[in-house]
């Protein structure tokens, strides 16, 4: 049986508003934010994330008659970074698909973590550390983050398939464009 990648991505999407309410909350309390423009995160090669986060983009690119214009573009350029991201030189740029950008995008910045003992750990960026130096010695006991773990796990509830290998990103979302534009040549054809 089909998935319904619309209800899905609906589902997704609705976790990822409660997501950015979590994370501003703790960046309000923290007094910390990404600088305005700030793109290093998105051309770090690292960055990963499963196919099935990437579907509200796809989805979103098929909407706009742009999936197969992208989904080309990944498959001849095989970037190492978000093909999304508009790079406007140094460390500044933005995300063209800023809305359906998946959980680590949101995430990223400041949170909080387990260490192997259970303890809560805070994690900021190196560029949030650079900019807001004053802000390194943060209690995070006092601070109560949002936690990755705990997203992490009501991400998973939507759907098992969101524990799939963690892919580069634009490779995640070529797979995503993949089952979007399937989908649609399926629902075209009923």
Known sequence: ??????????????????????????????????????????????VEATTMEMIPMALALFDQGRAEEIYDRIQSENPETCIMYQDHGGKLGQCTQYATRPSLCRLFGVAGFYTKTHAKELSICKEL??????????????????????WSTRLISIHPEMLQERLPISLALSNALE???????LDASN
């Open 129 to 150: 550390k650079a900019t807001y130096p004053e802000h390194s010695s943060l209690d995070v006991h006092e601070l109560q983050p949002a936690m990755m773990s705990d």
């Open 1 to 46: 049986m089909r998935m319904n990648l619309r209800s899905f991505s609906h589902d997704l999407m609705a976790l990822y508003a409660e997501m950015g309410v979590a994370f501003a909350e703790t960046q309000k309390r923290s007094g910390l934010g990404c600088p305005t423009g700030c793109g290093y995160c998105c051309k770090t090669p690292t």
């Open 179 to 185: 089952k979007v534009m399937l989908y649609g040549r």
